[in-house]
């Protein structure tokens, strides 16, 4: 069955940066594009970041564009997300998402950034 586990989330101060990894298991990982998607409390969901197969089509939401990198490692079946310049506002749980046709299918179980002063 697919697994998706993140890790790298953390407590961090503004202006500081943070690396979130997604290891992948249970399904060919170098066939499918993959998001980053976020939610922060009492907030919905937020798509932050895609990636395509090869890492060669990339977009991000204007909210992390600049500041945020999408980046995979097929041979290891793992996604990361590095974030830079991070901001209060980026809180929140992000989640490794395996794409199905343009949509959202199989999630991981997240990991809490927090940016506090």
């Known amino acids: 069955q697919v697994q998706l586990v993140e890790s790298g989330g953390g407590l961090v101060q503004p202006g500081e940066s943070l690396r979130l990894s997604c290891v992948a298991s249970?399904?060919?990982?170098?066939?499918?594009?993959m998001h980053w998607v976020r939610q922060a409390p009492g907030k919905g969901l937020e798509w932050v970041s895609r990636i395509d197969e090869w890492g060669a089509v990339i977009d991000y939401a204007d909210s992390v564009k600049g500041r945020f990198t999408i980046s995979r490692d097929n041979a290891k079946n793992t996604l990361y997300l590095q974030g830079n310049d991070l901001k209060i506002e980026d809180s929140a749980v992000y989640y490794c998402?395996?794409?199905?046709?343009?949509?959202?299918?199989?999630w991981g179980q997240g990991t809490q950034v927090t940016v506090s002063s």
């Open positions: 998402v395996k794409d199905l046709v343009g949509g959202f299918d199989s």
């Open positions: 249970g399904f060919t990982f170098a066939r499918y594009w």
